[in-house]
T-cell receptor, first 113, second 114 residues
């Protein structure tokens, strides 16, 4: 699985839009980009997944440029409850390693009032 | 639909003992994976089971083992516990077919080894 690099921490204020960028220079043609969110003492929660351009769901948007060497998770109008660790993962959706998620260090987002 | 459940939620053991943790996946999910989370090493993959067979294994010593039953429930066992085994152990389930990165995690079992 491709290695990912994210900022270790970010601060924001309630109501702001937060963008967390993940670098994955060695992404392979078949790799997808997936983001997870984890609150303290809980298991990670799947947020969004994409392959190219833009993906949006009720929680977030994922922007992927044409070269796919990076991606940006966008959280609109964050609240205090969005304070969590956000993980970016890259891997082949069709590989035999179907259950093996490789987590990096993640980005700790602190939302302030 | 009920989520992934793990039992027990908290556990305190002594060095040298062994421990068994249990995980019940979401109904219909056939793949169960286990992860260890510590402040120093982060989230690390232990192993994955699908249809009662281990399909993947992480870089952990043989003291860590697991199994899956015909109803997809899974257990993991750690023998000869060491202080460094203190961690949050997370179980995740998925359909196991083509949606590999959409896994559903349980709340974890907090293991403390003294």
């Amino acid at each position: 699985l491709a290695k990912t690099t994210q900022p270790i921490s970010m601060d924001s204020y309630e109501g702001q839009e937060v963008n967390i960028t993940c670098s994955h220079n060695n992404i392979a043609t078949n790799d997808y980009i997936t983001w997870y969110q984890q609150f303290p003492s809980q298991g990670p929660r799947f947020i969004i997944q994409g392959y190219k351009t833009k993906v949006t769901n009720e929680v977030a948007s994922l922007f992927i440029p044409a070269d796919r060497k990076s991606s940006t998770l966008s959280l609109p109008r964050v609240s205090l409850s969005d304070t969590a660790v956000y993980y970016c993962l890259v891997g082949d959706k069709g590989s035999s390693n179907t259950g093996k998620l490789i987590f990096g260090q993640g980005t700790t987002l602190q939302v302030k009032p | 639909k009920a989520g992934v459940t793990q039992t027990p939620r908290y556990l305190i053991k002594t060095r040298g003992q062994q421990v068994t943790l249990s995980c019940s996946p979401i109904s219909g999910h056939r793949s169960v994976s286990w992860y260890q989370q510590t402040p120093g090493q982060g989230l690390q993959f232990l192993f994955e089971y699908f249809s009662e067979t281990q399909r993947n294994k992480g870089n952990f010593p043989g003291r860590f083992s697991g199994r899956q039953f015909s109803n997809s429930r899974s257990e993991m066992n750690v023998s000869t516990l060491e202080l460094g085994d203190s961690a949050l152990y997370l179980c995740a389930s998925s359909w196991g077919q083509g949606r590999i990165y959409e896994q559903y995690f349980g709340p974890g079992t907090r293991l403390t080894v003294t």
